[in-house]
């Protein structure tokens, strides 16, 4: 299960930090993630990382967004910066696995409830 934090409204420019509780050890995940969707959109990567620490991002976030973990704590954090207009939408946080049983691989995508963003002009 994957419960991600309440989201909020913020000023064009503001910041938010989203977090993401997993019950579960992310560090047998082959990623963590955070998605997001708006109305009428396709679901997209916003940030992506692996337990070895290897990130990604989409080109509209690079710079103002960072993701992180503590596996410690089996917790997945999306810090947004100089958030836009454009970034309003529901986040998603995201668990990819990947299971060989010996014949095949098999990827599967855990999600959390979606969060609202909202950034004012």
């Known amino acids: 299960q994957l419960q991600a934090s309440e989201g909020g409204s913020v000023q064009a420019g503001g910041s938010l930090r989203l977090s993401c509780a997993v019950s579960?050890?992310?560090?047998?995940?082959?990623?963590m993630g955070w998605y997001r969707q708006a109305p009428g959109e396709q679901r997209e990567l916003v940030a992506r990382i692996t337990p070895g620490g290897s990130t990604n991002y989409a080109e509209s976030v690079k710079g103002r967004f960072t993701i992180s973990t503590d596996n410690a704590k089996n917790m997945v954090y999306l810090q947004m910066n100089i958030l836009k207009p454009e970034d309003t939408s529901v986040y998603y946080c995201n668990a990819e696995q990947i299971t060989y049983d010996g014949l095949r691989f098999r990827k599967y995508d855990y999600w959390g409830q979606g969060t609202l963003v909202t950034v004012s002009s």
């Open positions: 579960g050890r992310i560090s047998v995940m082959n990623a």
